[in-house]
């Protein structure tokens, strides 16, 4: 594969995550603080991931380095725990919307 290529393909995961997170956050934001008070940690730990994604993804748009190997695997693991912890956020969410 090619560098570019993979910065692209990488470029691309990385929006569609942030979307996501965006989105999760967007429905969060208009619930109460008394109901935001019980995820509150959840939340704060979307907005940190939020961050690093904006980051990252400027870095990879403004960089792009010859030498992906050592950034790859760092970007691989957060990506599954950037997946765990959307799933646990949406979760979370659906259980203050439909009461579980």
């Known amino acids: ?8 393909n990488v470029d ?10 965006t989105d999760v956050l967007g429905k969060i934001e208009p619930l109460s603080t008394g109901r935001k008070e ?3 940690e959840e939340i704060n730990g979307l907005q940190i991931v939020l961050t690093e994604l904006e980051d990252r993804i400027e870095k990879l748009r403004t960089e792009c380095p010859l030498a992906w190997k050592p950034e790859r695997a760092s970007i ?3 990506m599954a725990e ?3 912890r959307y799933s646990d956020a949406r979760m979370e969410f659906f259980d203050y919307e439909f009461g579980g």
Do not use: N, V
């Not at 594969?1 to 910065?7: A, L, Q, R, S, V």
């Not at 691309?12 to 997170?21: F, G, M, N, Q, V």
């Open 12 to 21: 691309l995961e990385l929006s569609t995550w942030k979307a996501k997170l």
């Open 1 to 8: 594969m090619e560098i570019k290529d993979y910065c692209s």
């Open 82 to 84: 950037l997946s765990e």
């Open 76 to 78: 691989e693991k957060r």
């Open 38 to 40: 019980g995820i509150f």
